[in-house]
């Protein structure tokens, strides 16, 4: 059973930059295609980034140029750099984990299995 913690969430002012983190344990990190949602009060939990076994990514429309995932498969870690945040990005932002094969980039909920958490982004206007 793999279990996802997410960290680096926070308040920040418009224009600035968060980086959030997954730790992945009890399974190895590049045995999934890994991505990133996010729920806002009173709206359904969206798509914001995705990166599959073999590093390929896939965004939002709303988070190209802004957001940035990444992973580092030694540290077990997967990164989500937002920069130039407004106030629209504010939600809980979740960390999931897709049973896929190398190159396929999960973009559904239902792909993915496993979730962390969440930690909370603030942006203030």
């Known amino acids: 059973q793999v279990q996802l913690v997410e960290s680096g969430g926070g308040l920040v002012q418009a224009g600035g930059s968060l980086r959030l983190s997954c730790a992945v344990s009890g399974r190895t990190v590049n045995t999934y295609g890994m991505g990133w949602f996010r729920q806002a009060p009173g709206k359904e939990r969206e798509f914001v980034s995705a990166?599959?076994?073999?590093?390929?990514?896939n965004y939002a429309d709303s988070m190209k140029g802004r957001f940035t995932i990444s992973r580092d498969n030694a540290k077990n870690t997967v990164y989500l750099q937002m920069n130039s945040l407004n106030a629209e990005d504010t939600a809980v932002y979740y960390c999931?984990?897709?049973?896929?094969?190398?190159?396929?980039?999960?973009?559904?909920?239902?792909?993915?299995?496993?979730w962390g958490q969440g930690t909370q982004v603030t942006v203030s206007s």
């Open positions: 999931a984990a897709a049973v896929t094969t190398y190159n396929r980039i999960p973009t559904t909920s239902s792909e993915f299995g496993s």
């Open positions: 990166i599959s076994r073999g590093g390929s990514t």
